[in-house]
């Protein structure tokens, strides 16, 4: 009996000690792959570095013509000998959103007095300009004809409200969709300019889709008919782009294919897609899903994202690569959308899953949940910019055990909160059409995190001059600000050749980013980065929707003010980016 218990000893301690050195071993693998080479950081370094080439074009006004409403009563015409009678007081009908406490001192008489239609009539066009200053577009005040009684003047008020929407022009799109999304407007008892701009607003930024209307008078007192006039164009867009932005472990060359298809099961729906392959072994995918909820701008997002990589260069020793993926669901809702601003806020819930190996065993591996809140919206202001804004807080819901087998960290935690920000600036000059794009984004993080929510700088999108997602940290951020000037000279009037003011441009820029790490291991340390630079772009747009737009650019930064050197020893990074779109 002994002898069993003791041959069952030694398999137990053989055994104990033969999933120590394995776990052990694979932690002690986890520790080779530097942080800029882990899946779950190279993910999110993707989309920080995309192919920009210009900022976002400022939005068009949409184009409304007024008919006025229809009014019930046949208002009084002045003549040229308009009679002087006796008004003792002027009654008010019809107003609802405006209160007589604020329209009777523009009509108040006294005691009474002698009036004649010019009179009333001023005071009629100054009710009526005090809607339209609200922003009621359709309202007006006039004198009907009547019988005075007892020296009472009716004067009428008609709010203006939309009875029918009719649509024309539409070919493959659906006239009951169209209708549908213009809810809002016939809701509203006195039709307001800004509700009527902003689902305007909202049509023209579809894809394959512009809206012009014209207000007409209704078959109903009071009432205006809203036609809308639309007109289709292509409900798809196609580029290809290449750059070498990329990572030294992973393949600096990237190529990258990106698609969009609109207007598929309902109006304003929308699915993407973008692939992105380098030169080495890193592939990636992503495509999203997005749709109406309602005509009051509520959406829903599905997303999904995959990439793959083999580490290489000072790395190919290891032998190692990984993988990572996510599910998102958003649900988002427009609160204020004008020609001057906007604002809308979010919701959602991220799964992902990263993980890496080495030598064919498993040295990471994250499985995270997080849900999150955001907002964010611009702003044009009186002083020549643009001012976009993005505001996100996230929280993790798995892997709070620090301690666990295969952390991409050590001492990382999947349960942490995070705020994000991100500001940009647009300002434009009054010399040579210049302009600023000044930008800050951000990150805190509550406490130690995992390898997939550290904040990493360097690289284009952050510190040009250093290698991409060069420093990674819990929390840090990052200034930057780039002057462009337009090619200064005009040659418009030369018909032989292009106007370079839209084709060639020059850019400088200041880049300065910071990482802090939590409860530091080792050899952490938070680090700071400066770099400068500058480059040219070359724009050449579409002339026709059916036209081929090409876009290339070349910049060159590298650190400064005793910044400290890149980690691959170079002196700076000469960065190409070209696009060619459809």
């Avoid at 001192?105 to 005090?130: C, H, Y």
């Avoid at 990329?246 to 698609?259: C, P």
């Avoid at 993407?272 to 380098?278: D, I, K």
Wanted: hydrophobic letters at 35%; glycine letters at 10%; charged letters at 20%.
């Amino acid at each position: 009996e002994w002898r069993r218990m003791l041959l069952a000893l030694i398999a137990v301690v053989m055994m104990a000690s033969f999933l120590l050195i394995h776990f052990s071993s694979e932690v002690a693998l986890a520790q080779t792959i530097p942080l800029e080479g882990q899946s779950g950081v190279i993910e999110k370094s993707l989309p920080q570095s995309p192919p920009t080439f210009a900022p976002p074009p400022e939005t068009e006004a949409p184009k409304i013509t007024n008919g006025g409403p229809k009014h019930d009563r046949e208002s009084l015409k002045e003549s040229e000998a308009s009679p002087k009678f006796f008004v003792k007081k002027i009654k008010l009908t019809g107003n609802t959103v405006i209160s007589d406490e604020i329209l009777m001192p523009i009509v108040d008489l006294g005691e009474g007095r002698d009036v004649d239609l010019t009179i009333l009539n001023t005071m009629a066009n100054k009710i009526s300009a005090l809607y339209s200053a609200k922003g009621y577009l359709l309202a007006r005040a006039f004198i009907p004809k009547q019988e005075i009684v007892d020296g009472i003047v009716e004067m009428v008020i008609t709010e203006g409200r939309i009875n029918k929407v009719l649509v024309q022009g539409n070919k493959k799109l659906s006239k009951e969709n169209i209708e549908q999304r213009m809810k809002m407007v016939q809701e509203e008892g006195a039709l307001q300019e800004q509700t009527l701009e902003r689902v305007l607003l909202e049509l023209n930024e579809l894809m394959g889709v512009n809206v012009t209307t014209v207000l007409k008078p209704g078959a109903l007192p009071g009432t205006s008919d809203l036609v809308l006039e639309v007109t289709e164009s292509k409900p798809y867009a196609v580029s290809f782009d290449s750059d070498n932005f990329g990572s030294q472990y992973t393949g600096e060359v990237r190529f990258g294919f990106s698609a969009s298809y609109a207007n598929i099961f309902t109006l304003g729906d929308q699915f993407s897609a973008r692939y992105t392959r380098s030169n080495e072994e890193l592939h990636s995918y992503s495509p999203f899903y997005t749709f109406p909820v309602n005509a009051y701008g509520t959406r829903m997002k599905l997303s999904y994202s995959f990439s793959e990589n083999e580490l290489g260069d000072s790395l190919d020793y290891l032998k190692a690569g990984g993988e990572s993926f996510t599910y998102g669901l958003e649900v988002s809702h427009l609160l204020h959308k004008s020609r001057r601003a906007s604002f809308s806020a979010r919701t959602g819930l991220d799964i992902k899953s990263s993980e890496n190996a080495s030598e064919m065993v498993n040295t990471t591996k994250d499985n995270l949940t997080e849900v999150f809140l955001g907002f964010g919206g611009n702003i044009t202001d009186s002083y020549l910019g643009r001012t976009f804004y993005d505001l996100k807080f996230k929280m993790g819901l798995r892997e709070g055990d620090s301690s666990r087998a295969l952390v991409s960290r050590l001492g990382g935690h999947g349960k942490i909160f995070s705020t994000n920000i991100n500001l940009t600036r647009l300002q434009a000059t009054r010399f040579l059409n210049s302009y600023f794009i000044l930008k800050f984004t951000g990150q805190t993080n509550n406490t130690r995190a995992l390898a997939p929510f550290l904040y990493g700088v360097g690289g284009m999108g952050t510190v040009r001059g250093y290698p991409i997602s060069a420093y990674s940290g819990d929390m840090g951020y990052n200034i930057s600000a780039e002057y462009t000037v337009p090619f200064p000279w005009d040659n418009r009037g030369r018909s032989d050749l292009p106007d370079l003011t839209k084709i060639l441009s020059f850019v400088s820029f200041l880049d300065h980013g910071q990482i802090y790490v939590r409860f530091k291991r080792g050899s952490e340390v938070d680090q700071h980065i400066t770099g400068a630079g500058g480059g040219l772009k070359i724009t050449i747009p579409k002339k026709n929707e059916s036209d081929v737009g090409i876009n290339f650019a070349v910049t060159y930064g590298v650190p400064v003010f005793n910044s400290i050197p890149p980690a691959d020893s170079s002196y700076g990074y000469v960065y190409l980016n070209g696009m060619i779109n459809y």
